[in-house]
């Protein structure tokens, strides 16, 4: 168009990196699902898009009615840069009943290449979901047998959440990573 622009200075702001602080309160009694998760985001471009690993996924910087447990969060700002980070919300009284009927889960190797195992203290059948940062299920299944194993071969390195579930709807949930 014919324009030209001499004698001037440009000058190109570059934002802060992304950064997060991670909070929670606890749940105030076993399965009352009272429990939240809280991230504060400082640097990059807002607006912010949350992404919590929840089920089902919850998209603000609160996560809300959360039982006790590990949960992540993956942030994603204008410009499409991200922060993932994780809190653990805890169980502010436990009574006897639920420690008796407390599912223990021994997840490993954390970071896992090819194989993850998952012991459980139960022969009762359980849902198995794994979830990427953004939300997305990437797998599903049942395990009816005390020792269990899933293959990560067809899964990229990175961040994974995972749900188990029985079928009175008790979720124990956590994190891990897969390294190739």
């Not at 429990?35 to 898009?49: E, K, L, Q, R």
């Not at 959360?66 to 410009?79: K, M, P, Q, R, W």
Request: with cysteine; aromatic share 10%.
């Amino acid at each position: 168009n014919g324009c030209t622009l001499t004698g001037s200075q440009l000058d190109v702001n570059e934002p802060g990196a992304l950064m997060g602080v991670m909070s929670s309160t606890s749940e105030s009694s076993a399965g009352a699902s009272d429990g939240t998760a809280m991230i504060t985001v400082s640097g990059g471009t807002s607006p912010y898009f949350y992404v919590w690993s929840t089920n089902p996924v919850q998209n603000l910087a609160t996560a809300t009615g959360l039982s006790s447990g590990v949960y992540g969060v993956a942030v994603t700002d204008a410009n499409g840069c991200t922060y993932s980070d994780s809190v653990s919300v805890g169980l502010g009284s436990v009574g006897l009943t639920y420690i008796t009927n407390k599912l223990l889960v021994n997840l490993y190797p954390n970071p896992v290449r090819n194989e993850l195992y998952i012991d459980l203290n139960t022969e009762n059948d359980l849902r198995f979901e794994i979830y990427n940062v953004i939300g997305d299920q990437i797998k599903s299944t049942v395990f009816n047998a005390s020792n269990n194993r899933v293959s990560t071969n067809d899964m990229a390195t990175g961040l994974y959440f995972y749900y188990i579930s029985d079928a009175s709807g008790m979720v124990y949930h956590g994190k891990f990573n897969i390294i190739k």
